[in-house]
C-alpha cells in the first residue's frame, strides 16, 4: 500500500538512481542490480523479519557479542563520542551500544527514509536525553555529517556484514569513503560474517518458510510499482549459491520459464534459466577480514567472535599506516 506521503513524494535524486541501475542492470550480459535497492518499506520489512529466522545465524551472533562485549568497546573506544551507524535499518542492534558507550549523540545513516525516521523516533524513547540526528542517504558516497557533531569524536558502526555487499574492491573503497567521512582517531566497530559450511550458508539465505524469496522477489515488485514495470513476478523464482571461488553467497532471481516485459518504456526478455543477480553477501576468514580493514585504512584493535567463530566483531582505529618496514 502507498501511504500519502509517499504518493506525495516529488521525483527525487534517488528515483532516478534506481531507474538508471535498474535499465542498465537488465540490459546487461550478465542482468545485476544492486543489493541496496531491496530496501523500500516492504524489503526493509522482510529483511527484519529475516534476522528473526532460525536459519538466519548472523543476527543472533552478532547481537550475543554486542550484549557480552559492549563494556570493552566502551573501554576501548571511549565514553561520549558521536556514534554514526552506517545502513542503520531497524536500529535494533544499537541499545546495546548506546547504553554501554553513553554516546554524546548518535547519526543512524539509511537509504531507506521513511524506515529510518520511524527506527529514529523508536530509538529516542529509551534514549531521551539523546541526541539522534538522522541522515538519509546512500553510504557509498561520502556524506557529510550533520554540524552538531563536527567537534566531537567519532565512533563508527557498521554491523551485519553489510561490508560483505560490496566485493573486496569496492569494500575497501568504502571503508576508505568512512575513514574520511568519520576523520582522523576515529574508531569503527564492524560485523563481519565468516566463510563457513554451505550446509550453514546456503539455508541462511534460503530458508524454509520462504522469507528470504519474498525478501528478493519484492524487488520486481518494487520495479513494477516505482518504475512502471510489468514484470511477471510469479515467473521468477528465488535462488541462493554459494561461490566458493569469491567465497560469497549470490542471490538471484531465476526465469523459470521465457518471459518479455517493459520497465519503465524499455522492453527486455529472458530466457528460461536466465537470472537477474541481485545480492552478493561476502565471506571472510579472519586474516582476510583484518587484510580489508587495513587496506581500507583501518588497523584492528580487538576482535570478538563466538565460540563456533561464525561471525566476528572488529574494533579499528583509523590510524596512518606506518610506511617504513
Ligand atoms: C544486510 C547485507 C548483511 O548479506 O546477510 C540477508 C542481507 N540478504 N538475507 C546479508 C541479506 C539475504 C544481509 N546484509
Redesign the pocket.
Known sequence: MTTLAEAARPLAAADSAFRADVLAGLAAPRRAIP?RW?YDRAGSEL?EA?TALPE?Y?TRVETALLRAHCGEVAALAGRGRAVIEF?SGSSAKTPHLLSAIDPAAYVPIDISGDFLRASADALAADFPALPILPVEANFMAPIALPADVARLGKLGFFP???I??MAPAAAVDLLRTMAGTLGEGASLLIGI?RIKSSDVLIP??DDADGV?AR??LNLLTRINRELDGDIPVDAFRHRAIWNAAAAR?E?HLEATRPISFTVDGTRFTMAAGETIHT?N?HKYGPHDARLLLRAGGWTPIAEWTDAADNFALILAEARAPATAP
Do not use: L, Q, R, V
Open positions: 543489493a531491496f529483511f529475516i538466519y548472523p545502513g551485519g556484514s553489510t560483505g555487499n560474517d541462511a539465505y528470504t525478501f528478493n553467497i542471490m545480492e553477501s
